[in-house]
């Protein structure tokens, strides 16, 4: 146990894997539980309803109190962050980063211009005073640089250790339509439309979709079916019955230099994955060797899906070896090495470099 005291500012702690609902609270998830298990007191920013703590406001001013901030978690709590970090500028605070702003554009409509240069400045200047920063691809360095005194990790998308087994399959029970999922955000700029419409005209496969629509409008035809947002604890047990699982993101600059949080779960279905070819996931799934898993498709067109299916009916995936490259990237004590580095190294010690020092857990 480590004698610290920290303030957690997150929109509201998730304790629980059935609290989980999208990719982003994956992250948020293991490092409440890693805190609570390694910290001797974790003080969490808001309440279960999202009210303000204010408890935590007082704790966070305390000179010995460390902050740990899930970015992002609202301005409110954003602007206490910088307010805290400045009148105790020398211990700065621990930021755990999976999206910058920039990705917003990138998914959807561009916010309005006053607020995404608001947002766009606190960005930065938690960039700046953070001592610790927890990056989800290394290549989201090429949006900032680190100061001489920052400590950076690199913390890639990763599995649950209990979640590291074969699933039974279903996939032997005959099925008048083989079945095709998709899970994770519906805002994908038009991309999941697009691959609903191409759905429509194929015959023999469904495509289930599970997620939250945030504004997307999804049309269910007689193969097309939206499942809705479900808990993480349930992702299980639908993953069994696919036959094939589709990861299809649009191309552009930002996405091709970052990861989706889900690509861990993705690949522990050991299940065919069709996917764009974008860097950072055939980057990953490179790192992993386990190109032998995944098809890549860079225009989502039926002619393209087609040939794809049916190259996936006839990969040989092993589970087993799957499960073993995986292992090494089980969030638990990735997260716990990170509490220690984070809590216990005192930034100003490290050693002197032209950019912050950078390690990958």
């Known amino acids: 146990m480590i004698e610290k005291e920290v303030v957690f500012i997150d929109w509201a702690p998730i304790s629980s894997k059935s609290d989980i609902r999208f990719g982003g609270h994956i992250r948020r998830y293991y490092a409440w539980i890693t805190l609570n298990k390694m910290v001797d007191s974790v003080t969490p920013f808001r309440k279960d309803r999202g009210e303000i703590n204010w408890k935590a406001i007082h704790r966070m001013l305390a000179k010995d109190t460390r902050i740990w901030v899930e970015y992002g978690c609202g301005r409110e709590a954003h602007l206490f962050v910088l307010l805290a970090s400045f009148i105790r500028p020398k211990k700065g605070f621990i930021l755990n980063v999976h999206d910058f702003v920039v990705q917003q554009r990138d998914y959807d409509k561009e916010a309005p211009f006053i607020k995404r240069i ?26 900032f640089t680190p100061k001489k005194k920052q400590k950076v990790l690199i913390m890639v998308p990763g599995v649950g250790e209990d979640e590291l087994f074969v699933h ?14 998709y899970f994770g955000s519906m805002r994908r700029k038009d991309a999941i439309p697009k691959i609903i419409k191409v759905f429509s005209e194929l015959k023999g496969w469904e495509l289930h979709l599970i997620g939250l629509k945030e504004g997307e409008e999804i049309v269910e035809t007689a193969n097309v079916k ?6 993480h604890d349930k992702l299980g047990d639908i993953i069994s019955d696919a036959d094939v699982i589709l990861v299809p993101y649009p191309k552009n600059e930002y996405l091709d230099r970052t990861i989706p949080i889900k690509l861990g779960y993705i690949l522990n279905s050991y299940k065919p994955i069709i996917t764009t070819k974008l860097s950072g996931m055939s980057d990953y799934i490179s790192r992993l060797g386990l ?4 098809i890549y498709m860079d225009e989502w067109s039926l002619d393209n899906l ?12 092993d589970a087993e070896k799957t499960i073993e490259r995986l292992r090494h990237l089980a969030w638990e004590p990735r997260f716990e090495n990170a509490v220690e580095i984070a809590l216990e190294m005192d930034p100003c010690q490290l050693e002197d470099a032209k950019i912050g020092s950078v390690q990958e857990l």
């Open 291 to 294: 190109e032998a898993n995944v």
């Open 306 to 317: 087609e040939k794809a299916l049916e190259k996936a009916q006839h990969l040989d995936i």
């Open 226 to 231: 939206y499942l809705g947002s479900v808990s």
């Open 118 to 143: 608001s947002l766009q400045i606190i960005e930065r200047v938690l960039l700046r005073r953070a001592s610790t920063i927890i990056l989800a691809w290394p290549r989201l360095l090429d949006y």
């Open 168 to 181: 039974p399959s279903n996939n032997k029970i005959e099925k008048a339509r083989k079945i095709a999922l």
